[in-house]
Each structure stands twice: as structure tokens, then as C-alpha cells.
């Protein structure tokens, strides 16, 4: 008959982006009733179930590619004999982080004075941000120089996963030179630099001037 038992101990070894590495114990052999022939894994993926099949019973771990970045999967493991499939047992695992793959949104700035400028932004899309965002990195230049002069302020990213998108981030940059035009982006950091936003164009108070509050 099938295997009664299911396998033992699985464990989630190190991911990657695009992988989860799983490994199993055998079968109880008391349980086995026959000569184990290999494993099957099976797992949801994009709407679809997807399997895997190990063919050797001596074979413990099995990496599962092609994965989604920064997603939560559930793998169901089964031994299998020239009888059918056993017990199932599942492990969930995680693949890892990698960099976000679209800018921070709703990019704006305001003249603060004649020597700063107030700069804000939204969220990255949550589907887009690939791992826990830890900080933003707001980078500006002096237009008529070029971005050879490019200068970045990091913002700490201090809120949780769970709290309402699209939240506000805010910075103030200072130390700028009169009635000029500065060119600003943003981008999100994870483990990795992401996209930067389009670039938008503030213009600082003239001399002794203000921001009209």
C-alpha cells in the first residue's frame, strides 16, 4: 500500500529572490510499507497548482525556482511508492527581497524660502516593493549645472507593512541658493536601490522671500 506516514521535519533553508530551498526527513520506516521510490511537491503559484517531483528517495532537499520576489508560498510534500502518494505535510516559506521594481508616487515640492524647498511623496505600491522598504533616498540637483552635482538626503521609512499605502513622506532640503530651479527624484531602498521616480522641477523663493502658508 501507500505510504502511511508523511515525511519529517521540513525545514526552509536559505532564498533567494526567485527560489525557496526546502528540505525533509524520510518517512517513518515502519510506515513506509515498501520500497520509497522518491517525493512529491506540490504548491500554488500564480493561480495555478504546480508540482515537482523528486525520483530518488534518497534526494532530501529539492530548490523550487521561478518563484515570485518577497512571497509567502505553502509546499505540500508527499513520499511516494509504486503504490501511490503517502501523508502530506506542509512547510510555508518566503522567497527573498530584491529591489523595488517601481518608484515612490506623488512626487511634489514647494518653495520653502529662498534657500529650501519642501519635498513629498507617496508610498511604493505594495505589489511593487519587493521586500520591506527601509529607507528613501531624495536626490536633487541644481538644474543648470546638470545632474553631475546630484546630491541625496535619506528618509527613514518608519512605518509598518500593515499601515494604510500611499501614506505621506516628507523632507526639507536646505542650503540651496536663491530663486533657482532644482531638479528632484526619489527612490525606495530594500537590500537594494530601486526605481527612481520621474523628476520634477522646484523652483526656491527669490531673495528674502517665502513660502505663502
Same mark, same amino acid.
Given at each position: 500500500?501507500?505510504?502511511?506516514?508523511? /515525511?519529517?521535519?521540513? *525545514?526552509?533553508?536559505?532564498?533567494?529572490?526567485?527560489?525557496?530551498?526546502?528540505?525533509?526527513?524520510?518517512?517513518?520506516?515502519?510506515?513506509?510499507?515498501?520500497?520509497?521510490?522518491?517525493?512529491? !511537491?506540490?504548491?500554488? $503559484?500564480?493561480? $495555478?497548482?504546480? =508540482?515537482?517531483?523528486?525520483?530518488?528517495?534518497?534526494?532530501?532537499? *529539492?530548490?523550487?525556482?521561478?518563484? #515570485?520576489? =518577497?512571497?509567502?508560498?505553502?509546499?505540500? !510534500?508527499?513520499?511516494?511508492?509504486? =503504490?501511490?502518494?503517502? &501523508?502530506?505535510?506542509?512547510?510555508?516559506?518566503?522567497?527573498?527581497?530584491? $529591489?523595488?521594481?517601481?518608484?515612490?508616487? &506623488?512626487?511634489?515640492?514647494?518653495?520653502?524660502?529662498?534657500?529650501?524647498?519642501? !519635498?513629498? @511623496?507617496?508610498?511604493?505600491?505594495?505589489?511593487?516593493? &519587493?521586500? *520591506? /522598504?527601509?529607507?528613501?533616498?531624495?536626490? @536633487?540637483?541644481?538644474?543648470?549645472?546638470?545632474?553631475?552635482? !546630484?546630491?541625496?538626503? /535619506?528618509?527613514? &521609512?518608519?512605518?509598518?507593512?500593515?499601515?494604510?499605502? @500611499?501614506?505621506?513622506?516628507?523632507?526639507?532640503?536646505?542650503?540651496?541658493?536663491?530663486?533657482?530651479?532644482?531638479?528632484?527624484?526619489?527612490?525606495?531602498?530594500?537590500? *537594494?536601490?530601486?526605481?527612481?521616480? #520621474?523628476?520634477?522641477?522646484?523652483?526656491? $523663493?527669490?531673495?528674502?522671500?517665502?513660502?505663502?502658508?
Amino acid at each position: 500500500s501507500a505510504p502511511t506516514g508523511p /515525511v519529517s521535519n521540513p *525545514k526552509c533553508l536559505t532564498p533567494t529572490k526567485h527560489s525557496c530551498a526546502i528540505q525533509w526527513g524520510p518517512v517513518e520506516t515502519s510506515l513506509q510499507n515498501g520500497v520509497m521510490l522518491g517525493y512529491n !511537491i506540490s504548491y500554488m $503559484a500564480g493561480g $495555478a497548482l504546480k =508540482f515537482v517531483v523528486v525520483g530518488d528517495s534518497s534526494v532530501l532537499t *529539492k530548490e523550487i525556482n521561478g518563484l #515570485d520576489v =518577497f512571497t509567502e508560498y505553502t509546499f505540500v !510534500i508527499r513520499a511516494y511508492n509504486k =503504490f501511490g502518494l503517502g &501523508n502530506e505535510t506542509q512547510i510555508t516559506c518566503k522567497s527573498g527581497e530584491g $529591489a523595488p521594481s517601481a518608484p515612490p508616487q &506623488n512626487l511634489s515640492g514647494v518653495p520653502e524660502s529662498s534657500t529650501a524647498i519642501s !519635498i513629498t @511623496f507617496g508610498d511604493i505600491p505594495e505589489r511593487d516593493q &519587493n521586500g *520591506k /522598504v527601509v529607507y528613501y533616498l531624495v536626490c @536633487f540637483y541644481e538644474r543648470a549645472l546638470g545632474n553631475s552635482t !546630484i546630491q541625496c538626503l /535619506v528618509v527613514e &521609512n518608519t512605518r509598518s507593512r500593515r499601515e494604510a499605502s @500611499f501614506d505621506q513622506h516628507s523632507k526639507t532640503i536646505t542650503g540651496l541658493k536663491p530663486y533657482t530651479e532644482y531638479v528632484v527624484q526619489v527612490l525606495g531602498h530594500t537590500i *537594494k536601490d530601486g526605481v527612481y521616480s #520621474d523628476p520634477i522641477t522646484v523652483t526656491t $523663493a527669490e531673495d528674502g522671500g517665502s513660502r505663502v502658508r
